[in-house]
């Protein structure tokens, strides 16, 4: 098992040796450090605890290459009706400006990364993808709003894989300053390929009492792999929100790592998983609490068909002097077939005394029972289904601040044929 895991990790970083890191001029001691960690770090299998139930050996069993594209895209498909956004476009893992805005909001800075930008350090060496995308990053953009800047226009992030097996490996920093606020949507799409991998990280913190928001879109290909690692400082009376929406892919994994490094804050996680024929998502979450009087709030729901799998494992760590910590946290998933399965294990970890804290989990079949009584009033047996499984996805869009976002997302799982029309 060792030769065959060693095989598969040089298999992979054989094909980047030659390729340097967008990131290693900026923070050199910090790829150095990843550079060591690969050769310690193992290729990650299922014996590993935190890849139990996700194989990894279709990432590591392609020839991907790095391909920056020229290609001129049309993104009218992948806008969202009714949103006035600053767009900023990358493909296979490398910003185009040609693609992008031009005209960017006063308040409101974008572009390559300063070295006092702040980092996860201690993330960065802990995982193999993580210190593989530290060595080989392909592309890195800055986006900050600046001190009591409210930036009125989302900016709309987007991720395209264009071309035959593509290995992009985008890292995105997202900073809100002092009483500041930003939205931002990433969406991950693929045109014209049939296989490809995106290996990206977010980087994210939020400033003293400033509000940040992140929309993830994940629309990937049917062929493609995705692993989208979201690291996050949230600090003083800040408010921040993550909503996670995976709709498409063949393989996801989405790590999610959330610090609390101040009193007062409030956080939001919601997500919405759909896997179906044979494709696999797995969802990690990490909420870690470290000051008191701080609330964090979970939920992240799944609605599972034909062969689908699904893995959801969250995680809230409450540190001894987190005192008055309120965090609640709940999975559920719906499973539309006998063929489909899912992995769920939510944890707490506490270490204070004098919280409130909860977690859940629940896993079923639809009402066979709601749906005689839908049918009994005239709807159909397919759109009974389908109406059911709408009220239940729609708990966690409701909690989508923006109406575009929410419209948008609802007509991409109609076209899916996930919802109700």
Request: proline letters at 4%; charged letters at 25%.
């Amino acid at each position: 098992m060792e030769t065959t895991t060693a095989s598969k990790k040089d298999q992979l970083l054989g094909q980047l040796r030659t390729r340097p890191s967008a990131l290693s001029e900026t923070f050199p001691e910090l790829a150095l450090a990843a550079r060591e960690a690969l050769t310690e770090l193992d290729f990650p299998t299922t014996r590993q605890e935190n890849w139990k139930y996700s194989r990894t050996t279709k990432l590591s069993s392609e020839e991907w290459t790095i391909q920056p594209s020229e290609a001129n895209i049309s993104l009218n498909e992948w806008r969202i009706p009714g949103l006035d956004a600053i767009e900023l476009v990358w493909v296979n893992g490398f910003f185009r400006a040609d693609l992008s805005s031009t005209e960017i909001p006063a308040g409101l800075s974008i572009g390559k990364p300063a070295p006092h930008t702040i980092r996860h350090k201690e993330e960065v060496t802990m995982d193999f993808f993580s210190a593989l995308h530290e060595v080989h990053c392909t592309d890195a953009l800055a986006i900050r709003a600046e001190k009591s800047k409210k930036i009125e226009k989302p900016v709309h992030v987007l991720f395209i894989q264009h071309g035959a097996l593509p290995l992009s490996q985008p890292h995105l920093f997202l900073e809100t300053a002092e009483l500041a606020e930003l939205e931002v949507i990433v969406s991950f799409v693929s045109v014209d390929g049939e296989k490809a991998l995106c290996n990206a990280v977010i980087e994210g913190n939020a400033g003293k009492s400033s509000k940040l928001t992140c929309t993830l879109i994940e629309r990937e290909g049917e062929q493609n792999a995705l692993i989208c690692r979201s690291l996050y400082s949230i600090e003083r009376d800040a408010v921040f929100h993550i909503h996670t929406h995976t709709i498409s892919g063949n393989w996801v994994r989405n790590d999610l790592h959330i610090r609390l490094n101040g009193t007062g804050i409030n956080a939001f996680l919601n997500g919405i998983y759909l896997p179906r024929e044979s494709q696999h998502i797995d969802n990690h979450t990490l909420v870690d609490h470290r000051h008191p009087h701080c609330e964090s709030n979970e939920l992240y729901k799944g609605v599972l068909n034909d062969r689908g799998r699904a893995v959801f494992n969250g995680k809230v760590y409450v540190q001894i002097d987190a005192q008055k910590t309120n965090a609640y946290q709940n999975n559920a998933n719906i499973m539309l077939s006998d063929d489909a399965s899912v992995y769920t294990k939510p944890e707490l970890e506490i270490y204070a005394d004098d919280v409130k804290c909860s977690h859940g989990s629940t896993t079923g079949q639809l009402d066979e029972q709601a749906i005689f009584y839908l049918r009994a009033r005239g709807l159909g047996e397919d759109n009974a289904r389908r109406l059911l499984t709408t009220a239940f996805i729609l708990e966690v869009l409701d909690r989508l601040e923006s109406e575009p976002v929410k419209e948008y997302v609802v007509e991409l799982l109609k076209k899916e044929d996930l919802l109700l029309d």
